[in-house]
């Protein structure tokens, strides 16, 4: 067993890019045995980064902290969590899956569509499997999406939003910053899942390389781009952003024909592909 004495870093990152790369969860089985996933990128944040709270004061106070979600989680463990961190990863969906979505116009390819489904259940696959990696190791770890605490809450200033946020989570761990279309675009793109856990394991922080939260983003940072605004079949998009109440009405008719896609979640994507961000953090023009 691997242990978390030198380096746990990299003894995590190794883990979760060798189960990422082995596992048969991280295959298209309904279509050419492909991945959903391509490599993944890890990031590291300290639970106590005050950007928590600063995400928590701007959604609403249903939102966790990592500090709260393990002191919810584990109760018996009376301690104030000096050492805790989050762990954060993206992972890059397939370039075929990509590819096959570039050519859709109202609703997602079918590969999208499995990738929302299948590619999310193995994604939650990935969030189980490290949780137990850490904690068999003896530190107290969970995933926030994965517990009974999780929820999705109305608020009356951002919509329907869960009390915990895997792209904000990411956004502090170092891994890339938010768009017009309010994706998250990180050094492997907008086109991704992502997803965390939360542990009493004391990590080092991955480095933020942004100044602003949406620095990789053309639109906020040159004035240019816009090309999600035109790929949204909805018009959810638009130069003041994204309104996720157009969005989720797109979202429900998809939702309509998830027989027909054979996946219970189709989802969309389509402002995710076809667009400069799709795989890479756009060069800005000077």
Same mark, same amino acid.
């Given at each position: 067993?691997?242990?978390?004495?030198?380096?746990?870093?990299?003894?995590?990152?190794?883990?979760?890019?060798?189960? &990422?790369?082995?596992?048969? %969860?991280?295959?298209?089985?309904?279509?050419?045995?492909?991945?959903?996933?391509? /490599?993944?990128?890890?990031?590291?944040?300290?639970?106590?980064?005050?950007?928590?709270?600063?995400?928590?004061?701007?959604?609403?106070?249903?939102?966790?902290?990592?500090?709260?979600?393990?002191?919810?989680?584990?109760?018996? #463990?009376?301690?104030?969590? &000096?050492?805790?961190? +989050?762990?954060?990863?993206?992972?890059?969906?397939?370039?075929?899956?990509?590819?096959?979505?570039?050519?859709?116009?109202? #609703?997602?390819?079918?590969?999208?569509?499995?990738?929302?489904?299948?590619?999310?259940?193995?994604?939650?696959?990935?969030?189980?499997?490290?949780?137990?990696?850490?904690?068999?190791?003896?530190?107290? /770890?969970?995933?926030?999406?994965?517990?009974?605490?999780?929820?999705?809450?109305?608020?009356?200033? +951002?919509?329907?939003?869960?009390?915990?946020?895997?792209?904000?989570?990411?956004?502090?761990?170092?891994? %890339?910053?938010?768009?017009?279309?309010?994706?998250?675009?990180?050094?492997?793109?907008?086109?991704?899942?992502?997803?965390?856990? +939360?542990?009493?394991?004391?990590? /080092?922080?991955?480095?933020? +390389?942004?100044?602003?939260?949406?620095?990789?983003?053309?639109?906020?940072?040159?004035?240019?781009? %816009?090309?999600?605004?035109?790929?949204?079949?909805?018009?959810?998009?638009?130069?003041?952003? #994204?309104?996720?109440?157009?969005?989720?009405? #797109?979202?429900?008719?998809?939702?309509?024909?998830?027989?027909?896609?054979?996946?219970?979640?189709?989802?969309?994507?389509?402002?995710?592909?076809?667009?400069?961000?799709?795989?890479?953090?756009?060069?800005?023009?000077?």
């Amino acid at each position: 067993m691997a242990a978390l004495t030198e380096n746990p870093e990299k003894t995590i990152t190794d883990e979760i890019e060798r189960f &990422v790369s082995e596992s048969p %969860g991280n295959r298209q089985s309904k279509i050419d045995g492909s991945p959903y996933f391509e /490599t993944p990128l890890v990031g590291y944040a300290d639970a106590h980064d005050p950007l928590f709270k600063e995400i928590k004061k701007s959604i609403g106070d249903f939102y966790l902290t990592p500090i709260e979600i393990l002191k919810q989680s584990f109760p018996e #463990h009376n301690t104030a969590w &000096v050492g805790a961190s +989050v762990i954060s990863w993206v992972l890059p969906i397939y370039k075929s899956i990509r590819k096959s979505n570039r050519k859709e116009s109202r #609703h997602p390819s079918r590969a999208w569509a499995y990738t929302r489904t299948y590619g999310e259940e193995f994604n939650n696959m990935l969030r189980s499997h490290i949780a137990a990696f850490i904690n068999d190791r003896g530190f107290p /770890t969970a995933a926030p999406s994965l517990m009974p605490l999780f929820s999705v809450c109305p608020t009356e200033t +951002v919509g329907f939003t869960s009390n915990w946020s895997e792209r904000h989570a990411a956004y502090v761990a170092g891994l %890339g910053t938010f768009s017009l279309s309010r994706g998250l675009i990180t050094r492997k793109g907008i086109a991704m899942r992502c997803g965390s856990v +939360v542990t009493g394991l004391k990590l /080092t922080p991955t480095p933020r +390389v942004y100044q602003d939260y949406r620095q990789n983003c053309l639109f906020y940072n040159s004035g240019t781009c %816009g090309k999600c605004i035109a790929r949204c079949p909805a018009g959810a998009i638009s130069k003041d952003g #994204h309104n996720k109440d157009i969005c989720m009405a #797109h979202l429900m008719e998809i939702m309509v024909m998830a027989d027909s896609y054979d996946a219970a979640i189709p989802g969309c994507g389509l402002c995710q592909t076809a667009v400069p961000c799709e795989a890479e953090i756009p060069v800005k023009v000077e």
